[in-house]
């Protein structure tokens, strides 16, 4: 079982940043590495990963706001959260999915809260 290990939660008022770090296990051969966010009461939604070519993409919701990437020689995946609202308010968890065979592999989440 792939580690993934997610850091940098925590509480911000609205209009703050944070940075979420996600360390992942050099073992695992990672095609997609992202970030997901569960609300309390809600599903676990999508919220931005990257290829390991470097392709990124993000949710409606989060563009323009939040900024994927990753340091391959650490590697580590990062989510610079700014102008964060009420609604961003989750436990955002890493993901990695592999190449064939696919694998998904998931963090245990860090809790971002944001409050007025």
């Known amino acids: 079982q792939a580690r993934l290990v997610e850091s940098g939660g925590g509480s911000v008022q609205t209009g703050g940043s944070l940075r979420l770090s996600c360390e992942v296990d050099r073992s695992v051969n990672c095609r997609l590495r992202g970030w997901y966010r569960e609300a309390p009461g809600k599903e676990r939604t999508f919220v931005s990963e990257?290829?390991?070519?470097?392709?990124?993409k993000y949710a409606d919701a989060v563009k323009g706001r939040f900024a994927i990437s990753q340091d391959a020689a650490t590697s580590t995946l990062y989510l610079q959260m700014n102008n964060l609202t009420f609604e961003d308010t989750a436990m955002y968890y890493c993901r990695c999915q592999t190449y064939y065979p696919v694998n998904l592999y998931w963090g245990h989440g860090t809790q971002v809260t944001v409050s007025s």
């Open positions: 990257i290829e390991d070519a470097g392709t990124m």
